[in-house]
Structure formats: C-alpha cells, structure tokens
Nanobody, 116 residues
C-alpha cells in the first residue's frame, strides 16, 4: 500500500503562483493531483505515470505543470496564472498497481485559495 502526503497550499492573489509537493512512500506506477472545490465535483487535473506520460485537464492546461523527482519520490504541481476558480482542496493521489492510471490512494489534501 502506498501513502502520500502533500504540502504547499496557501492563499494567493489571482495571477500568482504556488507549487504543491507530494511525498510518496512505496512504489507508485502513476501519481496525480485531484481537486475539489466546495459544492463541486472532484476533478482530476493532472497525472504522470512511470513512463513519463502526462495528462492535464483542459481547465489547467497551459497554466499548471506536473513533474516528478523519482529519486526523492516526490511529485510537484507548479500552478501559474492562478484564478479564483482554482480555489479548492488539492489532493495528491497515487496508483501503485500499473496499467490504466487509477488514482486510488489519496493524501489529506492541502487548501489553495485564490482571491480576485
């Protein structure tokens, strides 16, 4: 079983940047970021697998960058040009099994708040 712990959330003004980090214990085939805003459905916004294949949701494409430092077992999410609609709880998640990426193991989440 894999455990993940994210950090790096906070408050920022629109147009600003934040970087989230996530440390994983155990093997991860695929990792990613999921967010959930109050009153809205969860959204998988970015993922990266062990082959380096990356996916982004249209809502963050061109503004957010996912990366992974395998030596440190750490996942990052660089968030630029932040908008108020990016305000949400952001969760790091992992898939330790392989095949199609299914982010089943989540961290506790870190809050990101973007003010207008």
């Amino acid at each position: 079983q894999v455990q993940v712990e994210e950090s790096g959330g906070g408050s920022v003004q629109a147009g600003g940047s934040l970087r989230l980090s996530c440390v994983a214990s155990g093997y991860t085939h695929c990792m990613g970021w999921i967010r959930q805003a109050e009153g809205k459905e969860r959204e998988e916004i970015a993922s990266i697998d062990s082959d380096g294949n990356i996916k982004y949701a249209d809502s963050v494409k061109g503004r957010f960058t996912i990366s992974k430092d395998n030596a440190k077992s750490t996942l990052y999410l660089q968030m630029d040009s932040l908008r108020p609609e990016d305000t949400a709880m952001y969760y790091c998640a992992a898939d330790p099994f392989g095949g199609t990426c299914y982010l089943a193991y989540w961290g506790q989440g870190t809050q990101v708040t973007v003010s207008a």
